[in-house]
C-alpha cells in the first residue's frame, strides 16, 4: 500500500473475478494508502459485500520490513549517524503507516484477525508471475527496489507450491540502481522507471562497461552492486547489463533444478 495500491478479488477457484488499480479511478499517480476506490469496484463487480470476503490478503509484511531496513542502516550508523538517523526514523513512521493500515483493513473485513493475512513482497510478485503462467514447474526471479526490506529472491514452482531458494540482500538491488538513474534524469522515483525504461531502448549501450562493473555477480551468482561506483553514470545502458548479470546468474539456478522456464517479476 505504499505506492500504486491496487485491489484484486479471487473466487474459490483461484481465477480472479475484477482487478484494478486506485490511481486508475483516480486518475493520479500520486496516491498511497488503502485502496477504497479499488476495494469498493471489486466488490461491486462480484455483487458481493465485505462479509462475503473469507480471507484479505496484504502484499507485504510491515515488522519484517521494518527489522531488514534497521538492520541494514545499524551497519552505515557510524559512518553517517545523521543520515541513519532520519532513515530510521522514516522507517519508522512507514512502519506506523503500514500498520495502521493493516488495522483498518482489519476493521473493513469484520474486526476477526485472521481473515486479515500479510504475506512476504516477493512471494506476492512471485506468484503473481508463476500462478499467472502456464508452466507446471519453473525457476522464479522476482527483483524490485526493495520490497518488504529485500532487492529480490530467486524461487521454484512445482504445481501449486511455492520454493524460496535464495534471498538477495538490499543494497543489491537492481531496481534501487534502476531508480537513482531515474532521479539523475530528472525524473520522480517509484513512478517514472518504466518510462526511464522505455527511453532507454532507443539508446546505445555506450556505458554497458559502467553498468557492468557496478553490478558485478555475487558469489551465490545473483546480483551484487559494487558500492565504490556511484557517479558519472546514464541509464541507456542499464537494463541490457542488468539483464545480462542478472540471465547468467540465474542460469545456475535453471541448470541445478532441471530446468527451462523463467517467469521474471518485480517493482521498482
Ligand atoms: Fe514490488
Redesign the pocket.
Known amino acids: 500500500m505504499g505506492h500504486d495500491p491496487a485491489a484484486a478479488l479471487i473466487d474459490d477457484q483461484g481465477a480472479i473475478v475484477a482487478a484494478i488499480e486506485e490511481g486508475k479511478l483516480g486518475r493520479t499517480r500520486s496516491f498511497g494508502g488503502i485502496p477504497r476506490g479499488a476495494i469498493r469496484f471489486c466488490l461491486e463487480r462480484a455483487r458481493i459485500r465485505w462479509q462475503e470476503v473469507e480471507r484479505v490478503a496484504i502484499a507485504s509484511q510491515p515488522g519484517r520490513a521494518f527489522f531488514r531496513k534497521a538492520l541494514f542502516r545499524a551497519r552505515l550508523a557510524p559512518l553517517a549517524p545523521i543520515s541513519s538517523a532520519y532513515y530510521f526514523n522514516k522507517a519508522l513512521g512507514e512502519l506506523g503507516r503500514e500498520l495502521n493500515n493493516s488495522r483498518i483493513l482489519q476493521e473493513l473485513a469484520g474486526g476477526a484477525a485472521d481473515r486479515v493475512i500479510n504475506y512476504d ?1 516477493h512471494l506476492c ?1 512471485a506468484a503473481s508471475a508463476y500462478f499467472g503462467s502456464r508452466f507446471e514447474k519453473s525457476l522464479i526471479v522476482s527483483l ?1 527496489n526493495q ?1 518488504d526490506g529485500r532487492a529480490g529472491i530467486v524461487g521454484l514452482g512445482e504445481r501449486t507450491r511455492l520454493r524460496e531458494l535464495s534471498s538477495i540482500p538490499f543494497p543489491n538491488s537492481l531496481g534501487w540502481l534502476f531508480t537513482q538513474i531515474t532521479s539523475l534524469l530528472g525524473f520522480s522515483t517509484s513512478a517514472s522507471e518504466h518510462k526511464t525504461q522505455w527511453l532507454s531502448l532507443s539508446g546505445e549501450p555506450v556505458f554497458a562497461d559502467i553498468f557492468m562493473e557496478m553490478l558485478r555477480r555475487g558469489p551465490k551468482g545473483v546480483p551484487h552492486l559494487n558500492k565504490n561506483i556511484s557517479n558519472g553514470t546514464s541509464g541507456e545502458s542499464f537494463p541490457s547489463a542488468g539483464s545480462s548479470i542478472a540471465g547468467s546468474g540465474f542460469r545456475r539456478y535453471l541448470s541445478s533444478n532441471s530446468l527451462r522456464k523463467t517467469p521474471t517479476t ?2 521498482a
Do not use: L, Q, S
Request: proline share 0%.
Open positions: 513482497h510478485h524490485d520490497g518485480g517493482c
